[in-house]
C-alpha cells in the first residue's frame, strides 16, 4: 500500500522559513518522480516543484523560483520542500506527490497534505 505523509507544516512568518517533509513507504521510491503541489483556499491545486528520479533535475513554479529548494533521499524514501523567503500568498495545503508514467500507465500518488500558513 503506497503511503506519503507530510510533515512540517505550521505557521511561518513573512520572510521566514519552514520545511516540509514527505515519508514515503509501500512502493520502490527511487523510480519515481516525486513533487510538492499546494491549494489554496478557493484556488485549483498547482504545481509547486517537481524532482526528478536520481535528483539532477528540478522543475518550479515562478511563484517560487529562487525561495523554494526540493530535494530527496532516496536511500531514506524522502522528499523535502524548504521554503524560504515566505510570502502571505504561500498559504496553501501543501501535498507530496508520487509519479511514474510509462507508455500505458500512469502510476500517480497523493499524501493527505499539510497546511502552511504565512502570517504575522
Known amino acids: 500500500q503506497v503511503q506519503l505523509e507530510e510533515s512540517g507544516g505550521g505557521l511561518g512568518q513573512p520572510g521566514g522559513s519552514l520545511r516540509l517533509s514527505c515519508a514515503a513507504s509501500?512502493?520502490?521510491?527511487?523510480?519515481?518522480?516525486m513533487g510538492w503541489y499546494r491549494q489554496a483556499p478557493g484556488k485549483q491545486r498547482e504545481l509547486v516543484a517537481t524532482?526528478?528520479?536520481?535528483?539532477?533535475?528540478?522543475n518550479y513554479a515562478d511563484s517560487v523560483m529562487g525561495r523554494f529548494t526540493i530535494s530527496r533521499d532516496n536511500a531514506k524514501k524522502m522528499v523535502s520542500l524548504q521554503m524560504n523567503s515566505l510570502k502571505p500568498e504561500d498559504t496553501a495545503v501543501y501535498y507530496c506527490?508520487?509519479?511514474?508514467?510509462?507508455?500505458?500507465?500512469?502510476?500517480?500518488?497523493w499524501g493527505q497534505g499539510t497546511q502552511v500558513t504565512v502570517s504575522s
Open positions: 524532482i526528478t528520479l536520481g535528483g539532477g533535475t528540478t
Open positions: 506527490n508520487a509519479r511514474r508514467v510509462l507508455p500505458n500507465s500512469d502510476y500517480n500518488y
Open positions: 509501500g512502493y520502490i521510491f527511487s523510480i519515481y518522480a
